[in-house]
């Protein structure tokens, strides 16, 4: 099964906590935003350490007041009342602390407790994976390889389709 079927399986069977093993973020990025406007459309947000929580597609200066530390931006996270989906890149560093972990389980147990009409849906995005072990059981590791061979033939005949070329160039 491809990546994205995957990914899109989990979100909508309303998984809350799914870190993606990626170093390709914006590749990963324009798959989620893909799966997010399946019905019902969700709003994608997100946080860095450098920037805190802003809208997917939004300029970096549009950011969520007072975001910038990870317990800050899943106590935001929590309060949100719209279907979203929040990318934390590179939480991993700050995954360990005691608050950050209380925070997401937190989180964990808050989007449970929602309506089913609002469908929230945390991405951990980080090159190493790093789970500690009280989220092990609450968190869907998936491991966002490089576009397999298929994709790229695809990719390689698109280029072709729309770039016509011959050896009367070389």
């Known amino acids: 099964m491809a990546m994205k079927e995957e990914l899109n399986i989990l979100i909508q069977a309303q998984y809350p906590l799914i870190?993606?093993?990626t170093s390709e973020e914006e590749?990963?990025?324009q798959t989620i935003a893909t799966i997010a406007q399946v019905r019902p459309q969700r709003r994608i947000f997100v946080w860095t350490v450098t920037h805190g929580i802003v809208e997917y597609g939004q300029p970096r200066n549009v950011t969520q007041h007072n975001t910038v530390s990870p317990e800050a931006a899943i106590e935001w996270v929590i309060r949100q009342k719209d279907s979203s989906i929040f990318i934390f890149?590179?939480?991993h560093p700050f995954i360990d602390s005691p608050?950050?972990?209380?925070?997401?389980?937190?989180?964990?147990?808050?989007f449970k407790g929602m309506q089913k009409t609002v469908q929230k849906t945390?991405?951990?995005?980080?090159?190493?994976?790093?789970?500690?072990?009280?989220?092990?059981k609450e968190v869907v590791v998936l491991?966002?390889?490089?576009?397999?061979?298929?994709?790229?033939?695809?990719l390689i005949e698109q280029q072709q389709?729309?770039?016509p070329w011959s050896a009367a160039y070389y």
């Open 19 to 21: 870190y993606l093993v």
């Open 27 to 29: 590749r990963t990025e």
């Open 89 to 91: 890149k590179d939480l």
């Open 99 to 110: 608050p950050v972990t209380r925070w997401l389980r937190d989180a964990i147990a808050s």
């Open 122 to 136: 945390i991405v951990l995005m980080s090159p190493t994976q790093q789970i500690p072990i009280v989220l092990e």
């Open 143 to 154: 491991d966002f390889a490089l576009p397999v061979l298929t994709e790229q033939n695809q």
């Open 161 to 163: 389709k729309q770039k």
